[in-house]
């Protein structure tokens, strides 16, 4: 299949671009930089640089799979009106540039399917409740994005374009995402709970992540949003627990909720709101999990050996 990645050097795409390599796709990438690009994704990937309507059409042509990572990252700086906006329209809009793009093909030459992300941000804070595929959005700006993310994708349906929208919980590997930001104070025994510690975090190992992404990419049954998150969600408090387990540290040091939010202002929302979300719609398809409870995922994580591939069932 020939697959056309945007985010493809981020810290999901540069697992996920192998993997499709391997595979036996053929993989082109959106790149802003294929100067720092090629580096990363290596000689196999072909590159496609970022431009306006005209770069979307021929960066889809002859594509028959897209899959979507593209979007500022939330953490690193303080949620301003600008950074907000940033936010949205590298998710939002960008999405909506991609659908426009497949519109412009003949039915015959679109692309089959569109696996968009989105996040479990989707259901907002919600407490102990069990979050499933069918549980509706929540509120905050979190949800209101991701709402807004899912509808951009989701216009491609009326194109005859199948539409998988993954609600992606905190990705555990090497080398990126929110478990790099959290080591150095664990590792010098000064991390613990944030705000109460009794929010629900829904994890997943990123091996299990890219193979349930390229399971989508291949099995048609998978369509619409599924909860991309371990079995095991479990609360902030647990978690912090865990990663200190693994780490051989204490694990005690609480950082108040007003602490974080005179820290990073809106981004706190990202880590004190709670979402017990269940992988039950990747249940239904088989898809098997190599990492079902968090001290085997950050146990793998931290040796090192990143987990890929992961199993897959069906």
């Known amino acids: 299949m020939r697959v056309l990645v945007t985010g ?72 301003t009106a600008a950074r907000r906006r940033a936010l949205v329209e590298s998710r939002v809009g960008l999405t909506a540039q991609i659908v426009e793009a497949i519109a412009a093909f003949p039915a015959g030459s679109r692309p089959r399917v569109l696996v968009s992300a989105s996040a479990v941000g989707f259901y907002g804070d919600r407490g102990d409740e069990p979050l499933t595929e069918e549980s509706p959005g929540g509120g905050g700006f979190l949800a209101d994005l991701c709402r807004s993310w899912e509808k951009a994708a989701r216009g491609a349906e009326a ?45 997943i190992h ?24 371990a079995p095991g969600a479990l609360p902030q408090g647990a978690f912090a627990r ?18 974080l939010r005179l820290a990073i202002g809106g981004a706190a929302e990202a880590v004190l709101s709670s979402q017990r979300a269940e992988p039950r719609r990747l249940a239904a398809l088989g898809f098997r ?17 990143g987990g890929s591939p992961a199993g897959s069932g069906a």
């Open 8 to 79: 493809a050097t981020g810290f999901i795409g540069r697992e996920l671009t192998p993997r499709l390599l391997r595979g036996r796709h053929a993989v082109s990438a959106w790149v802003r930089d294929p100067e720092r690009a090629r580096p990363s994704l290596g000689p196999d990937v072909s590159l496609r640089i970022a431009g306006g309507p005209e770069a979307w059409r021929d960066a889809l042509a002859g594509v028959e799979a897209v899959v979507n990572l593209a979007g500022e990252p939330l953490f690193g700086r303080r949620w």
């Open 159 to 203: 194109l005859g374009v199948r539409v998988v929208l993954p609600r992606i919980g905190i990705v555990l590997g090497p080398g990126g995402g929110a478990l790099q930001a959290m080591l150095p104070a664990f590792r010098w025994g000064l991390g613990g709970p944030l705000g109460s510690g009794l929010q629900h975090v829904s994890w």
């Open 206 to 229: 990123i091996g299990d992540l890219v193979e349930s992404t390229a399971s989508a990419l291949e099995d048609e049954r998978f369509r619409g949003p599924y909860n991309a998150v």
């Open 242 to 259: 865990a990663l200190g387990r693994a780490l051989r540290r204490p694990a005690f040091v609480p950082v108040p909720g007003w602490a």
């Open 289 to 305: 999990f190599r990492f079902e409870t968090i001290d085997a995922a950050l146990a793998d994580v931290l040796d090192g050996s």
